[in-house]
C-alpha cells in the first residue's frame, strides 16, 4: 500500500528520533535508573535470605520449646 504525501511527510527519521530521545533520557539518567534497580534487587535477595534463616530459627525453637513441653 503506497503512502500518501501527508503520511509519508509524518515518517520519522533516525536523526529526529534520536535527537528526541536526548530530551527523554540521556545514558547516564538510564545507568542511574539501572544501578537504582540493582540496588533493590539485591536488598530484595538478601531480605528473602534473611526471612529464610529466620525462618530455620524458628523451626528449631519450635521444637526445643516441644521437647521441653513434655519433659
Known amino acids: ?7 509519508f511527510n ?3 527519521t ?3 528520533l534520536d535527537e528526541k530521545l ?3 533520557a540521556t545514558k547516564e539518567d538510564v545507568h542511574k ?7 533493590i534487587a ?7 535470605t534473611e526471612l529464610v534463616a ?3 530459627a524458628h523451626d528449631r525453637f519450635e521444637t526445643r520449646i516441644k521437647n521441653l513441653e513434655k519433659v
Not at 1 to 7: D, G, I, S, V, Y
Open 1 to 7: 500500500m503506497p503512502l500518501t504525501p501527508e503520511q
Open 10 to 12: 509524518k515518517l520519522v
Open 14 to 16: 533516525k536523526e529526529d
Open 22 to 24: 536526548k530530551d527523554i
Open 33 to 39: 535508573i539501572l544501578a537504582a534497580v540493582d540496588g
Open 42 to 48: 539485591k536488598k530484595h535477595k538478601d531480605f528473602e
Open 54 to 56: 529466620n525462618q530455620g
